[in-house]
């Protein structure tokens, strides 16, 4: 990744990279006193469009993240959204995007507590077009690890200091040869994977853990529970999952912004179904890039555009003065001049 290049938004202003820095004794650094979201923004080439995925969706959590950890008023989710969107534009991004929004405390002190301590927000985002690959089917294993517990570090918050329980999780998987982890609960019920939600199907009814596990209420969870009932007709039963449900699951499928839609190919060893991609994967899969990438439109599920339309910016340049439309006419033309050189 190249960093250099990167404008990022950081207390109030779009700065080079390299110009935002922080101080050895930041609180969050030490304590893990942050919370963050990670979005995506997905480059559709014939549309040389570039759409953000449910940016008010993360920035409406990100508040809620921020409302746990005591933190000073966060700016609207509209006016974030706003501010991503020029982000990408002053970045010129031109393929899929991750976009790290995170606010921490940002005092250079030493009292372990949340309140009186000053924070900041920034926005980074950068240009990864394959951000996870999972075209592969996933291999996973049962952690041995617990999901910390709503009462100790609430899951539903995306705060910094608790993701140390998804990377205990995440390397001991792959240490031990997987490729991720599905984490139970102190009480033993299925709780989420690493970083993603978890759906099973058998005989036709999906089955995901309720919001009381101990999970990350999930955006793309969401737009999955909405895609099994609505687009294909299943019945979605969410309730407590056993552990032993996993291994007789026809399907395994695992959402999250990182890693899109990802089917398993099998858990502890057993192979999941035939092991081969299922039907309800292999079509959630087809409508989730469908959405993300601007093609497929769901009522309340924002794939927001971040460049002007053509037809948009030919309204611009007419509503310009005489003049200046026509050096604008001329600047285009010579940009695709230039885009068409080999
Ligand atoms: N669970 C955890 C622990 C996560 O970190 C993530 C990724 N944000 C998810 C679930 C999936 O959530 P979302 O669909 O909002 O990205």
Known sequence: MQLDDLIVYFRGEFVPYGSAKLGLLTHALQYGTGCFEGIRAFWNA?????????????????????????????????????????????????????????????????????????????????????????????????????????????????????????????????????????????????????????????????????????????????????????????????????????YGADEIVLCGTGVGVAWVKSIDHRPVGDGRLGPVASRLRTLYDDITRGRLTIPGVEARAVYPSAAQLAQRVAQLPHADANFARGRYAEAEHEAARP
């Open 46 to 246: 014939d549309a040389e469009q570039l759409y953000v995925f449910e940016p008010l969706a993360h920035y409406r959590r990100l508040r809620r993240s921020a409302g746990v950890l005591l933190m000073s008023p966060v700016p609207s989710p509209q006016r974030l959204s706003e501010v991503t969107a020029e982000l990408c534009r002053r970045n010129g991004f031109r393929s899929d995007v991750y976009i790290r929004p995170f606010i921490f405390k940002s005092d250079e002190t030493f009292g372990i507590r949340l309140d009186g301590i000053g924070d900041d927000l920034a926005i980074v985002a950068f240009s990864n077009d394959r951000y996870f690959d999972n075209d592969d089917g996933q291999r996973l294993c049962v952690s041995s690890w617990r999901r910390i517990d709503d009462n100790a570090v609430p899951a539903r918050a995306k705060v910094t200091g608790s993701y140390v329980n998804v990377a205990l999780a995440k390397s001991e998987a792959r240490l031990n040869g997987f490729d991720d982890a599905i984490v139970l609960g102190e009480d033993g019920h299925i709780s989420e994977a690493s970083a993603a939600n978890a759906f099973l199907v058998r005989d036709g009814v999906v089955t995901t853990p309720g919001v009381s596990q101990n999970l990350l209420e999930g955006i793309t969870r969401a737009l999955i529970a909405r895609l099994i009932s609505q687009e294909l007709g299943l019945t979605l039963d969410e309730r407590q999952v056993d552990r032993s449900e996993l």
